[in-house]
């Protein structure tokens, strides 16, 4: 069980310090997300850096970000993997993937991230042909969550590494009640930490309490 009683308004100011200079990195996409209203839609500096941190120590070369919206996690994730890698970044909304096209060009980030797009779904199946990868991250709608992390599970390398953003619902998980939407997204979420945690098919999962909270787990063997 994740506690908050040591989450202060203070201690969340300091940590928020020590991240302001990363708040300056990719600042065009931040500054679009902003004026399209999206910016709250996309992961945190802070997030970012542990994105970046996560792609470092995984080595990952070849990796799929499943969400683009603007590309600015996609820019994290690209900062960490090793030089000569690439990111294969999915996005079924035409004027996302348009702006995040542009960002990933004023970057010079094209040798390194590919913007793809369409349903996650159909663009999957593609990429499955240039599997096994070293890293997945989710961060899409969460009734798909499931199929998903089926297809990080059949895709990655052993010990190939899973991120899944928004892990907490904003505090859903458990819902059952009169709204359908959040119903059904909360019974995928279950599905998802299910096979997170009780499958075979990952030898180690835990969850980073975020604001929105990440998930992440270790592909065993095939």
């Not at 945190?44 to 470092?56: H, K, V």
Request: net charge negative; proline share 3%; aromatic share 8%.
């Amino acid at each position: 069980m994740f506690s908050a009683r040591y989450h202060g308004p203070e201690l969340t100011a300091y940590l928020a310090s020590l991240s302001a200079a990363d708040e300056g990195y990719a600042s065009h996409v931040t500054a679009a997300m902003e004026a399209a209203g999206l910016r709250g839609c996309s992961v945190s500096a802070m997030e970012g850096r542990l994105l970046e941190t996560l792609a470092r120590v995984s080595g990952a070369r070849k990796a799929v970000e499943i969400g683009t919206l603007y590309g600015y996690s996609a820019h994290w994730l690209a900062r960490g993997m090793a030089d000569g890698g690439r990111l294969y970044s999915l996005e079924k909304d035409p004027a996302c993937v348009g702006a995040a096209k542009d960002a990933v060009e004023v970057s010079g980030l094209t040798r390194k991230v590919t913007v793809m797009e369409g349903p996650a779904s159909d663009t999957l199946k593609t990429l499955a042909k240039l599997a096994p990868f070293d890293l997945c991250f989710m961060d899409a709608d969460h009734e798909s969550y499931p199929a998903y992390l089926r297809w990080a599970a059949a895709n990655l390398k052993p010990g190939g590494l899973v991120i899944a953003s928004g892990a907490f619902l904003k505090g859903k998980i458990c819902y059952e009640g009169e709204d359908a939407a959040s119903n059904a997204a909360a019974r995928s979420m279950r599905e998802f930490f299910h096979v997170l945690f009780d499958s075979d098919r990952f030898i180690s999962a835990s969850i980073i309490p975020t604001g929105e909270g990440m998930a992440l787990a270790v592909k065993g063997q095939d």
